[in-house]
Antibody
Framework: QVQLQESGPGLVKPSETLSLSCTVS????????WSWIRQSPGKGLEWIGY???????KYSPSVESRVSISMDTSRNRISLRLTSVTAADTAFYYC?????????????????WGQGTLVTVSS | QSGLTQPPSVSGAPGQRVTISCTGS?????????VHWYQQLPGAAPKVVIY???NRPSGVPDRFSGSRSGSSASLVITGLQAEDEADYYC???????????FGGGTKLTVL
């Protein structure tokens, strides 16, 4: 079955760029929307954005000016870049697949999640 | 209008039934977008327990059920078990700029 694994630095300095990767194994990336979701320690879930296999993207207004999500199907990888980070960006970052039910993607759940990776923003 | 509202906590004794509510607006649940529910055990990633309002993924016990009405949705867990103790999140889509939205989460304590 499809599995996701996030990786990247666990510590980023304020004002620098956060870069994470998510490796997809056990299945194809094509035809699916792939999202990043974060969770500040002890807090709720926040959708960051998605990338579709065509390369199209959509981002949350809360981070839109600082975020970029891309995918590399040859490496089975989804990438997240978040610039100018502050302490408020400290969180567990999850990659997740939006289930492909055949209906509009807006109606589908996040059916597969990675285990998450904690990124701390601190000098 | 973004964001969904859940009670911070609910509790129940083993064997009892609990309900977790999720209130949205006419821009998300009220506009007909489906509601999904996730269970997050301590230290783990969220996992879908109900999708598209009232559907259970394979492997989720039939003690879990969901419903949607108007701008709200509910998750019901019957026959509570100790293993159900977790945080539960509802999720939908908002037709405004927010896109995919979550509730703030409800901590279920099994007494």
């Amino acid at each position: 079955q499809v599995q996701l694994q996030e990786s990247g630095p666990g510590l980023v300095k304020p004002s620098e760029t956060l870069s994470l990767s998510c490796t997809v194994s056990g299945g194809s990336m094509s035809g699916f929307y792939w999202s990043w979701i974060r969770q500040s320690p002890g807090k709720g879930l926040e959708w960051i954005g998605y990338v579709f296999h065509s390369g199209s993207t959509k981002y949350s207004p809360s981070v839109e000016s600082r975020v970029s999500i891309s995918m590399d199907t040859s490496r089975n990888r989804i990438s997240l870049r978040l610039t100018s980070v502050t302490a408020a960006d400290t969180a567990f970052y999850y990659c997740a697949r939006i289930a492909g039910s055949g209906r509009s993607v807006a109606y589908d759940p996040f059916d597969i999640w990675g285990q998450g990776t904690l990124v701390t923003v601190s000098s | 209008q973004s964001g969904l509202t859940q009670p911070p906590s609910v509790s129940g004794a083993p064997g009892q039934r609990v309900t977790i509510s999720c209130t949205g607006s006419r821009f998300n649940i009220g506009e007909g977008y489906d509601v999904h529910w996730y269970q997050q055990l301590p230290g783990a990633a969220p996992k879908v327990v109900i999708y598209a309002n009232n559907n259970r993924p394979s492997g989720v016990p039939d003690r879990f059920s969901g419903s949607r009405s108007g701008s709200s949705a509910s998750l019901v867990i019957t026959g509570l078990q100790a293993e159900d103790e977790a945080d539960y999140y509802c999720q939908s889509y908002d037709s405004g700029p927010s896109g995919w939205i979550f509730g703030g989460g409800t901590k279920l304590t099994v007494l």
